[in-house]
């Protein structure tokens, strides 16, 4: 007789329109059951538009009808809010306090790193005045959804993005508003914003410690974060400021990146240290973390991220970073890879 | 007989005590009365601790009673708050949307272009949550005042400062506040803050387009904007928000500055585009509003922004965005100078 894992291993074939992940990585799958040959499948209508969820009873139905022994497949379709569905593993926030250190680039280089480690991840981009993680992975989609909530843009490599960015007529459009409401929109980022089963989600902080960094560390079950700096001193001592925010909010801090760090020379391989010697042991003292890496300013690094294709960059430096971080990762609580969990 | 004119040429030598302004120039000498040889003066309170009060009574009664002619002086102190007696001619605010990009450099750099040119020069930390300017002027005290308002404190080339920086127990010490807290710190900078006579005070934006820029825009009468970006495309992306809002705001935008905009090989001269080829045009474009600089990455004014010695930067770009700017200033609604004021 057909068993429920091989009705989900069948509906992994099926995906979300939009997102383009599977329904059951998505989390709307939330019943399947069997009665000799007779499937019924509770579905849940979370973020769904009216034509989404049309056309995935149909993908559905064909796909577990096809599987051998069935001969009957009833699709409900059942009220669900992506607040409920999300099922995520880790909340790991970058934050530096200081802007234009390379939060964003720290973030989505995280984020790449664990996707090719194959884990299943998301980046929410809580840099409501001046996003940049859709830039960086080349994404202009703009998210689909019902009144529960919306679905996120997917990335080449299958990572989960949500960006104030994504839902703005022109990316270059301005979000002039008070903390209240940027606070409203991270949370909105968080609840309503259908994640479905992820591995990791990676939060990128805007500069400061206000509102923003405040929200997502009061509203969030952060689990870890990442401080990002460059070596100028003026930098290190601001942030050193979110390095006491972390504290005083008691949250912890999993590692330090260093970047900007020094500028290879084409020709020769010569070190230029553009912004003064490395604080990278000083700002893990003071953190009290590792230096997960020291990363340089690499042309052709800025030149991906603003042709969208940061998912491409590959380095021997890049690669020493991650696996520092996936190290640190996997001794704390390590979510099962996923092949394991499914 | 002594004139009036006579009595405040005579006060500019007495200064007032943490400030290092002279009496006249903070604006507390609100009347100087002339009978015979007898002088009154009503000195105002504002912000002056107790015994600065009393040690500047004396110092004008000696001063004022040194001159030829007069055989007694009365000193009156009356009542006065900042926002009364200060008196400034352009706000100019620093704003570029996306951290990190260099809008505190462009804003010293700015206030000491002005200084050089000898007008009365202010800056306003608006980055509450990661100020920047008193490390690069190498300012450590901490400010004096009374339950009217506080004193700023004045670098080695007369610019008053004032930042939340300076009024916190250590310099790393994280701010931690929402909006409105936020927005309330930046109007009291503005309203309890004696800036007594400037031609200009300079107004460095934190990043974004949320609070603090919008507490600038809404409650300083700001008469000018520099908008300050890098070459990097996702910059640039965000960078158009700030001019976005500015024009939404309808704040005039006086320039633009590039700044990163390249390398020079100490070695070689060779120009090295390190975040891509230049968007100065495109910005300027962009912005309607003229290219005041360009200017590079340069690891000596890194240094000295490091060691607080901002206001020894000299160099040839450096000059040519100097006369830029001061040929726009001038253009506009232009303060005069002190000396042709006084």
Known sequence: MITKKQVLEGLETV???????????????????????????????????????EWLKDKISSAAGSLAGVNEVNINV????????????????????????????????????LARSDYDVGILDADITGPSIPRMFGITGHP?????????????????????????????????????????????????VLWGKLDYLVVDLP????DAPLTVLQSLPVSGIIIVFTPQDLTTMVVKKAVKMARQMDKPIIGVVENMSYFLLPETGKKIELFGKSRGEEMA????????GTLPIDPALAKLCDEGNIERYDSEIYNSFVQNLTGILQNGKKPAKKQQRR
Request: charged residues 20%.
């Open 207 to 210: 500069p400061g410690t206000a």
């Open 144 to 192: 689909q959804g019902n009144e529960t909530g919306i679905l996120p843009v997917t990335s080449k490599l299958g990572i989960e993005i949500m960006s104030i960015n994504l839902l703005l007529p022109h990316e270059d459009d301005a979000v002039i508003w008070r903390g209240p409401l940027i606070g409203r929109a991270i949370t909105q980022f968080w609840e309503e």
């Open 285 to 292: 003292k003071a953190a009290g973390a590792p230096l997960l």
């Open 78 to 113: 059942v009220d669900g809010n992506p607040k409920d569905l999300n099922d995520i593993g880790q909340v790991i926030a970058i934050m530096s306090g200081k802007g234009g250190v390379g939060k964003s680039l720290v973030a989505s280089l995280t984020a790449v790193a």
């Open 15 to 53: 995906l979300v329109p939009g997102v383009m992940q599977s329904v059951v990585k998505m989390n709307l799958v939330r019943d399947v059951n069997i009665t000799d040959g007779k499937i019924d499948i509770k579905l849940a209508s979370a973020a769904l538009a009216p034509g989404a969820q």
